[in-house]
């Protein structure tokens, strides 16, 4: 994310506090800690969920969506809104959360976003790319290209899109690849023409947990586990029940598709398990990497197991 003022450089606008990072980082009870803190102060507040797979009703145990307990009596906002057969892009979560923003500002009420993923907060806060519909002839022959060839492809046609993705890097080479031929602009002139961003309107009290790795990694194997005994098993079989498109998003959820096959008795529970908790892991550890590298230099980053909320949001709860 681009580099944006400090929040004491807005005092007229209107506060969003942010609380971001890894799965397992402890974001959701800290995000509680603060709306109890600001209750104290008689505010209102709300909790807006920025995570790709507590947006789906489908995915109550698997995204370890808060319990009403965690919940403290705290509203929760846009968790379990979408139905697994509908894909929820960064846009379509964007344009729902700067609505939830809007509507509590209204009540002179504090959002806390809350969540890890990174595209999410980013087309929110910077807003999206006006790129028009891609043509599906072209999106077809684009997709079926082996990746090198596309990658290669890339190198003549958007040069400077090419130099910045890796050779692997399948999704956005195909993604870029299409824009190019579909609307004769490449990646770079539609990004530079993003609009929507609600960055520049509000007053952004951001943090960002970055705990010590092997501390989180044990966190991770330990919660697949919980999740398993809490009905994880029984979720995911309701969801393979439905034969939706593997591609969905709900399908490609961390330890879905590792779940799905221990159902399908294509691996033993062992494996399963091993294969989840991996899966759990290299998630966390490509958010972590994300959020220390794409956010700007002036949000606070922290280990979440020595994060005080008193400190950490000093100047949003002093307003």
Known sequence: MSKRESPKSKPNRKSVALIAGPTASGKSALAVELALALQKQGRSSAIINADSAQVYNDLQVLSARPTPEEMSGIEHRLFGTWEGAQACSAADWAARASGEIAALHAQDAVPI?????GMYLKTL???IAPIPEIDASIRETVRSLPTQDAYDALATEDPKRHAALAPNDSQRIARALEVIRSTGKTMGYWQKRKEGGIAD???LHP???LPDREWLYERC???FILMLEQGALDEVERLVARQL???LPVMRAIGVREIASYLRALCSREEMVEQGQQATRN???RQFTWFRRQTSESWPKV???NCNIETQFALLLRN
């Open 113 to 117: 976003l809350c969540g890890g993923t």
């Open 125 to 127: 806060l910077e807003g």
């Open 201 to 203: 309107d509000i007053t």
């Open 207 to 209: 943090l960002v947990l």
């Open 221 to 223: 194997d330990r919660r």
């Open 245 to 247: 498109d593997s591609e």
């Open 283 to 285: 998630y966390a550890k």
């Open 303 to 305: 280990e979440s197991v």
